[in-house]
């Protein structure tokens, strides 16, 4: 039952996470240049300042007792089902604005949909880890070594 509760607490924060990404990535598809590429970058920013947010109500969920491994196991399901409902998202945004995209790229470039697959998949994956991790380490508080002495 517990389980089941976590689950659908993950979810939430998943849902946060990739809404909080596709923002941008919408502004960017409607946009008319190429040069707003920068609001990929700023979906990512989002994406990792939320799972940081959502690390920290997971911790305080447990009553600040989460090991590390805990914290880091819950910012994976986020990050994992985060990316699986932004590669949803992408591609139906992708495939809505498909006549409009790259009306001013590049003539030698051709590859934007080879661009946002990765920056969801690849670059959201590597930043999120980053920020699980490093927010598991900072929220994480009373840390003992083997031998149960705490950590200064």
Same mark, same amino acid.
């Given at each position: 039952?517990e389980?089941?509760?976590?689950?659908s607490?993950?979810?939430r924060?998943?849902v946060?996470?990739?809404v909080?990404?596709?923002?941008?990535?919408?502004?960017?598809l409607k946009?008319?240049?190429?040069?707003d590429?920068?609001l990929?970058?700023?979906?990512n920013?989002?994406?990792g300042?939320l799972?940081?947010?959502?690390?920290?109500?997971?911790?305080?969920k447990?009553?600040?007792?989460a090991?590390l491994?805990?914290?880091?196991?819950?910012g994976?399901?986020?990050? @994992?089902?985060? /990316? %699986?409902i932004?590669?949803?998202i992408v591609?139906?945004?992708?495939? =809505?604005?498909?006549? #409009? !995209?790259?009306?001013?790229a590049?003539?030698?470039?051709?590859?934007?949909?080879?661009t946002l697959? @990765?920056?969801? /998949? %690849?670059?959201?994956?590597?930043?999120?880890?980053?920020?699980?991790? =490093?927010?598991a380490f #900072? !929220?994480?508080?009373?840390?003992?070594?083997?031998?149960?002495?705490?950590?200064?």
């Amino acid at each position: 039952m517990e389980e089941k509760f976590f689950f659908s607490y993950y979810y939430r924060y998943s849902v946060l996470c990739a809404v909080a990404y596709c923002i941008p990535v919408l502004f960017f598809l409607k946009s008319d240049r190429f040069t707003d590429l920068w609001l990929l970058y700023l979906g990512n920013i989002s994406f990792g300042i939320l799972l940081l947010i959502s690390g920290i109500f997971v911790n305080n969920k447990l009553h600040d007792t989460a090991s590390l491994k805990a914290m880091m196991t819950a910012g994976i399901k986020v990050i @994992v089902s985060s /990316i %699986i409902i932004m590669c949803v998202i992408v591609a139906i945004l992708a495939l =809505i604005f498909r006549d #409009s !995209i790259l009306k001013q790229a590049p003539v030698n470039y051709n590859g934007l949909y080879y661009t946002l697959p @990765v920056d969801v /998949i %690849i670059v959201n994956f590597l930043l999120g880890t980053l920020c699980v991790s =490093i927010g598991a380490f #900072s !929220i994480k508080t009373n840390q003992r070594n083997e031998k149960g002495e705490e950590i200064t």
